[in-house]
T-cell receptor, first 109, second 115 residues
Framework: LAKTTQPISMDSYEGQEVNITCSHN???????ITWYQQFPSQGPRFIIQ???TKVTNEVASLFIPADRKSSTLSLPRVSLSDTAVYYC??????????FGQGTTLQVKP | DGGITQSPKYLFRKEGQNVTLSCEQN?????MYWYRQDPGQGLRLIYY???????QKGDIAEGYSVSREKKESFPLTVTSAQKNPTAFYLC??????????????FGSGTRLTVV
């Protein structure tokens, strides 16, 4: 299974752009890269998914280089409510979604 | 609104008892999953089911059991054989199409505490 590696924690201030990078060196051809957000005592929530290049939605952007061995989640102008754990996952068609430890983002005023 | 409902939100269990956590979805999703989350940790897969009347063990299935008699329901039983059951339990579902899974949706979780 493709293993992902991301920083354990990050700090930021309100209004700043936050970039969280994830490495997935053994990603397979048919795999997608997906990011989830989790608040304490809640289930993870889908943020964004991509296969290659760049994807943007109303919440975030996802940058994926040509070799697809890493990806970067970009959160524009974060607020205090963006304080959460962010998980990078490689989705396969095996029927299982494997989570790592995620990145705890702390946004400060 | 479609979604996943987990109940109860909080559950207390005495040592040696079996307890069952409920998970119901009205999203018409084919696949359903159970995860366990311990403090400060990521989610670990307990069991998953891709179709009715079929399920597979995840990474930490020992001490747990499931059933999938209906598409909408995937209850998890935490048995007395589970040595450390205190945790946050999350249920999820996804669409299964062309042998791949899409659109994972999670419930709001059940916090189980052994007293």
């Amino acid at each position: 299974l493709a293993k992902t590696t991301q920083p354990i924690s990050m700090d930021s201030y309100e209004g700043q752009e936050v970039n969280i990078t994830c490495s997935h060196n053994n990603i397979a051809t048919n795999d997608y890269i997906t990011w989830y957000q989790q608040f304490p005592s809640q289930g993870p929530r889908f943020i964004i998914q991509g296969y290659k290049t760049k994807v943007t939605n109303e919440v975030a952007s996802l940058f994926i280089p040509a070799d697809r061995k890493s990806s970067t989640l970009s959160l524009p102008r974060v607020s205090l409510s963006d304080t959460a754990v962010y998980y990078c996952l490689v989705e396969k068609n095996t029927g299982k979604l494997i989570f790592g430890q995620g990145t705890t983002l702390q946004v400060k005023p | 609104d479609g979604g996943i409902t987990q109940s109860p939100k909080y559950l207390f269990r005495k040592e040696g008892q079996n307890v069952t956590l409920s998970c119901e979805q009205n999203l018409n999703h084919d696949a359903m999953y159970w995860y366990r989350q311990d403090p400060g940790q990521g989610l670990r897969l307990i069991y998953y089911s891709q179709i009715v009347n079929d399920f597979q063990k995840g990474d930490i299935a020992e001490g747990y059991s499931v059933s999938r008699e209906k598409k909408e329901s995937f209850p998890l039983t935490v048995t007395s054989a589970q040595k450390n059951p205190t945790a946050f339990y999350l249920c999820a579902s996804s669409i299964r199409k062309d042998r791949a899974n899409y659109g994972y949706t999670f419930g709001s979780g059940t916090r189980l505490t052994v007293v």
